[in-house]
């Protein structure tokens, strides 16, 4: 069985730091992407950061460069998001992604159930 489970959510005030980690299980860890995202109340989903587990390349979100760390521990099979200064805009349910392509143009993806980040101002 698929799973990504987040964990590592919470309140914290303005300026604070937390640590974000999805570990997965039931598939091989190594062919996927693994990505952030995180939806605000009334707001669209959007992507946060991405890491290639074959490379450790990764992306930001504009809105977080700069304060947003994603890491990959393939031993483990667990991808970390460090968040540091961190703005009430923060604020969301983050939500842990794995993604692979499959034949010329489909794609595998799997979802964690999320976890919330309250940034209080």
């Known amino acids: 069985e698929v799973q990504l489970v987040e964990s590592g959510g919470g309140l914290v005030q303005a300026g604070g730091s937390l640590r974000l980690s999805c570990a997965a299980s039931?598939?091989?860890?190594?062919?996927?992407?693994i990505a952030w995202f995180r939806q605000a109340p009334g707001k669209e989903r959007e992507g946060v950061s991405c890491?290639?587990?074959?490379?450790?390349?990764?992306n930001y979100a504009d809105s977080v460069k700069g304060r947003f760390t994603i890491s990959s521990d393939n031993a483990k099979n667990t991808v970390y998001l460090q968040m540091n200064s961190l703005k009430p805009e923060d604020t969301a349910v983050y939500y842990c992604?794995?993604?692979?392509?499959?034949?010329?143009?489909?794609?595998?993806?799997?979802w964690g159930q999320g976890t919330q980040v309250t940034v209080s101002s």
């Open positions: 992604n794995a993604v692979r392509t499959v034949g010329d143009s489909g794609l595998e993806t799997y």
């Open positions: 890491i290639s587990s074959s490379d450790g390349s990764t």
């Open positions: 039931g598939f091989t860890f190594d062919d996927y992407a």
